[in-house]
Nanobody, 128 residues
Framework: QVQLVEAGGGLVQAGGSLKLSCAASGLTFSMYGMGWFHQAPGKEREFVAAISRRGASLYYADSVKGRFTISRDNAKNTVFLQMNSLKPEDTAVYYC?????????????????????WGQGTQVTVSS
């Protein structure tokens, strides 16, 4: 059974930082591209960042470029999202997701339907 478990969310002031992690089990982690999405109340789930299987390709939403960094540790079956210079508009539930297909482009990586497994999410709240 595949499980993706996010951690690291919380309450932070604007301008602060958080580092999210997502631990995967039940799959061959190195064979999956990984993505982060977020969903604010009343809004659709939106793409944040993605990383290819070996970490060679990184993709970011325009809204987080220069502030967020995605990385992965295949030895520990974990993907990370370092979030700096947080803004109130970053407030959302953050989900990690695993894609069996190769993440070969930003457009492909940003589509929710290209991901096969999802975590339960972790809340990030940024106060002004």
């Amino acid at each position: 059974q595949v499980q993706l478990v996010e951690a690291g969310g919380g309450l932070v002031q604007a301008g602060g930082s958080l580092k999210l992690s997502c631990a995967a089990s039940g799959l061959t982690f190195s064979m999956y591209g990984m993505g982060w999405f977020h969903q604010a109340p009343g809004k659709e789930r939106e793409f944040v960042a993605a990383i290819s299987r070996r970490g060679a390709s990184l993709y970011y939403a325009d809204s987080v470029k220069g502030r967020f960094t995605i990385s992965r540790d295949n030895a520990k079956n974990t993907v990370f999202l370092q979030m700096n210079s947080l803004k109130p508009e970053d407030t959302a539930v953050y989900y990690c997701a695993a894609a069996a297909g190769p993440l070969y482009s930003s457009a492909y990586s940003s589509r929710r339907t290209n991901y096969d497994y999802w975590g339960q999410g972790t809340q990030v709240t940024v106060s002004s």
